[in-house]
């Protein structure tokens, strides 16, 4: 059974700083998407960022909105996905998934077969 479990949510003032981590458990594809969305209430979920492995490639995508502030970074040893939030906003303030995919990494939240259970973040201003 697939789990993938989110931990380092909470609440940071603007310009704060906070690192989320996912750890991914009972599966493995020979290439895969391992990505971060957000939701806040009331809107549609986004997409934040996505690391692929897969063929002996990697890559690292990234929404417009968070490029150059938010980081995404993988250990395949341990199976788990870190997003490294940084110069944080008050938009930033949303429940942040982690979710996976055999495959590439799109952008649309109906292309991944799992999901983890979310984790908030609070950025006041």
């Known amino acids: 059974q697939v789990q993938l479990v989110e931990s380092g949510g909470g609440s940071v003032q603007a310009g704060g700083s906070l690192r989320l981590s996912c750890a991914a458990s009972?599966?493995?594809?020979?290439?895969?998407?391992l990505a971060w969305f957000r939701q806040a209430p009331g809107k549609e979920r986004d997409w934040v960022a996505g690391?692929?492995?897969?063929?002996?490639?990697?890559?690292?995508y990234y929404a417009d909105s968070v490029k150059g502030r938010f980081t995404i970074s993988r250990d395949n040893a341990k199976n788990t996905v870190a997003l490294q939030m940084n110069s944080l906003k008050p938009e930033d303030t949303a429940m942040y998934y982690c979710?996976?995919?055999?495959?590439?990494?799109?952008?649309?939240?109906?292309?991944?077969?799992?999901w983890g259970q979310g984790t908030q973040v609070t950025v006041s201003s």
């Open positions: 979710a996976a995919r055999p495959g590439g990494c799109p952008r649309a939240p109906s292309e991944y077969n799992y």
């Open positions: 690391t692929y492995a897969g063929s002996g490639a990697t890559g690292r």
């Open positions: 009972g599966y493995t594809y020979s290439s895969e998407c």
